[in-house]
């Protein structure tokens, strides 16, 4: 890039996320880097540098943005579930004033808008991913309205085992691993139901058998939309569910963790562990390895305006299958996990930015089905 070239950062000054990649930037960055908060993306207007490289990183974890995007009076209460398509409509109307910034300042974006709002919209990810022959798992094609509506359409597809998402949520938040069995219901999930009927995100993974609670929690998430998705068998080693979740960083995976659960939900921040790589590699064989690292990078190229996406990658208990789960937006926060030349997954995109790949990503076609015919054609990620 350019020396003297802005690097504007847009996310919460006071989170780790932006102070880690702040911490790679300054010193490896030929120009200024600096950060627009999102409370100001969120109300606007907004004015960038000229010719600025602008990178958007997660709004989450600051209760003021996230008043602001769900256009709510007062905050939420710490960990609550509540306005998930309010808080989408505001984050969409944010990226379109930061789209319209970018435009007049002659900014270059790091992370599409587009591809960001699609990747919030699980069940606008899941048919773009669908559509470029991305294996994913079946999916109900229109959202349940409430629990008794799941259930049934649940039987008219013959599932007894689902993943109920809800269609704007993230870390997995308000998400049901659901299963039917006999009469007899059980959901494993993170969501806390409280005495009133509130539902909070909580670090404590639980499983409710009542199929009064289960129904009250569903029936409290339907009204901002749920993605429901059959469940699809995990492998495990040593007793532990497992998948991965790998960064591509234009074009190439370069950061792989291996998500190792108890139980079926393997997001890190629940407790879970970090597994071993090498051992997962083994068990998968290295064509085996090979193709997976493929789809995740057929499954970043549908995404093409993204410098960096996490995807992440579920390997099934015959060890052969494989299928992508989610793609994420701000799924770059690795932190102490390096690449192959010892760059975490910031310094990792830094050096893209530096190198003659950015010039190659940003020059080619951005049409997902363009982006994705060229990402099928290159092999090799297993080196």
């Known amino acids: 890039m350019t020396t003297g070239v802005p690097l504007v950062v847009v996310g919460n000054p006071d ?5 880690m990649f702040r911490a790679a ?8 880097v600096r950060t627009l908060p999102w409370r100001e ?58 789209a319209t910034a970018v435009r007049d300042a002659g900014a270059t974006l790091l992370n599409d808008p587009g591809d960001i709002a699609v990747m919030f919209d699980k069940r606008a990810c899941h048919a773009r991913l669908s559509g470029a022959g991305v294996p994913v798992p079946a999916a109900l094609p229109v959202s349940p309205a409430d629990y008794g509506e799941l259930r049934a359409m649940m039987r008219t597809a013959g599932w007894a085992r689902v993943f109920v998402k809800p269609v704007h949520g993230s870390s997995a938040s308000g998400v049901l691993a659901l299963e039917i069995a006999s009469g007899r219901v059980q959901a494993t999930t993170s969501v806390e139901l409280a005495a009133d009927g509130r539902l909070f995100n909580s670090l404590r993974v639980r499983r409710y058998r009542s199929e009064r609670e ?14 429901v998705e ?15 979740r790998v960064l591509v960083v234009a074009g190439e995976p370069g950061h792989m963790v291996v998500r190792s659960s108890r139980g079926p939900l393997t997001n890190l921040h629940l407790g ?25 990078v057929r499954a970043a190229a549908c995404f093409p305006g993204s410098l960096h996406a996490g995807v992440d990658l579920m ?30 997954s910031y310094g990792a995109q830094l050096h893209a930015l530096d ?14 089905q363009r982006a994705v015919a060229v990402a099928a054609g290159r092999r090799g990620w297993a080196g």
Do not use: Q
């Not at 930037?25 to 200024?32: D, K, L, M």
């Not at 190198?355 to 997902?368: E, H, K, M, Q």
């Open 214 to 227: 289960v129904a009250a929690i569903v029936d409290r998430l339907a009204p901002d939309g749920l993605h």
């Open 272 to 296: 879970n562990n970090r597994g071993d790589l090498a051992a997962v590699r083994a068990a998968l064989g290295e064509p085996a390895y090979a193709a997976a690292l493929d789809t995740c």
């Open 355 to 368: 190198s003659g790949r950015f010039d190659r990503w940003a020059a080619r076609d951005r049409t997902p």
């Open 25 to 32: 930037a300054v010193p490896a960055w030929p120009g200024p």
């Open 315 to 344: 390997i099934g208990t015959d060890w052969r299958r494989h299928m992508v789960a989610e793609v994420n937006a701000f799924g770059d926060l690795l932190p102490n996990l390096l690449d192959h030349a010892g760059r975490d």
């Open 41 to 98: 993306v969120a109300r606007g207007p907004l004015r960038l540098p000229d010719g600025a490289v602008v990178r958007v990183d997660s709004p989450g974890e600051d209760a003021e943005v996230d008043r602001l995007l769900r256009g709510a009076d007062t905050p939420a209460a710490h960990g609550e579930i509540v306005g998930a398509a309010a808080w989408y409509a505001g984050l969409l109307a944010g990226l379109d004033r930061l």
């Open 15 to 19: 989170n780790r996320r932006v102070a």
């Open 230 to 244: 059959r469940w699809f068998p995990k492998a495990g080693l040593g007793g532990r569910t497992l998948d991965l």
